[in-house]
């Protein structure tokens, strides 16, 4: 592993590091915050899964988690949303290819030489940061934004028990059923649709997967909610499977990280009860 950089903030440091990874055969680049804490103490983890056209650096930049996460005492670690590079395959738009990993292991040509997100977060990153890190990996929450967020809410619910609490800010929750996650789905995993049901959170919970501790920031005037978004379809599938779920609507609110800074520290508090208790 090679440190890009560590910058101070709020009592802490905030790192970039690169490594070679296995899962997706490129360097990979992840962001983390790790506040001030005693010799010897591990720290508990909040992930954060980025949205389509990010990197590590969009939420570290612009997410303002930093001061919540030193006055709580939590790690906070952004990976990149994609594999990137000269011989990585792409595309021309911005919600396919690089930068818009969505979270999946791609079975298909061209993309499943690299596109294996899944594994990267699911596995190889949680593995590296465990050794090099001084985090308790007993103690991990979970959250995202947008297609980050639909990658959060399908970890967790595909990993039950993994992590203490889940979130996600204005999170794709059904890719089966909106054009992001049909164009993605269907160019990473091929047109067998029940292939993609592991990469939806709806179609998860239809299948019995629960979560005991998850909430959902959404704001009402996101421009992506009704036609990519349907956070009425997370509402619905959490009420048939009883399975609580705390969906807090923002009026006013849009899906930038104006909306994310505002709510930031109190959605850090809120895993941070779970983290700690
Ligand atoms: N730029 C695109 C829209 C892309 C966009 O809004 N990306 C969001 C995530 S959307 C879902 O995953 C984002 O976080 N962008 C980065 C940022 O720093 O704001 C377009 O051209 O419409």
């Keep these: 592993m090679q440190q890009v950089s560590t910058t101070r903030s709020f009592g802490g440091e905030q790192q970039v590091w690169r490594h070679d990874s296995a899962a997706t055969g490129t360097p990979m680049t992840f962001a983390i915050y790790i506040p001030d804490h005693e010799a010897g103490a591990k720290l508990p983890v909040l992930w954060w899964l980025s949205g389509l056209t990010c990197t590590h650096e969009n939420a570290m930049t612009k997410g303002h988690y930093q001061q919540a996460c030193a006055e709580h005492g939590i790690a906070f670690i952004c990976p990149d949303t994609s594999p990137r590079g000269e011989d990585v395959p792409d595309d021309e738009t911005y919600d396919f290819g690089q930068g818009a990993g969505f979270y999946v292991n791609a079975t298909q040509d061209p993309w499943a030489k690299h596109f294996h997100m899944r594994r990267y977060v699911e596995e190889e990153l949680p593995a590296l940061v465990a050794e090099h890190f001084p985090l308790d990996m007993e103690r991990q929450a979970i959250t995202g ?45 091929g047109d067998d649709r029940s292939a993609w049901r592991e990469y939806d959170a709806c179609a998860l919970i239809e299948e019995g997967a629960r979560l005991d501790h998850l909430r959902v920031e959404q704001g009402m005037a996101d421009d992506f909610l009704v036609e990519q978004l349907k956070t009425h379809l997370l509402a619905e599938a959490c009420e048939k499977a009883g399975m609580e779920a705390d969906i807090r609507l923002h009026d006013g609110y849009d899906h930038s990280f104006f909306f994310i800074s505002t709510f930031i520290a109190d959605h850090i508090a809120w895993h941070a009860e779970h983290l700690k208790a």
Aim: glycine share 18%.
């Design 145 to 189: 934004h947008s297609m980050g967020g639909h990658g959060a809410l399908t970890v967790s619910l595909r990993n039950q028990g993994r992590f203490r609490s889940t979130g996600a800010f204005s999170p794709i929750v059904s890719p089966l059923n909106c054009p992001w996650g049909e164009k993605a789905l269907g160019g990473y995993l």
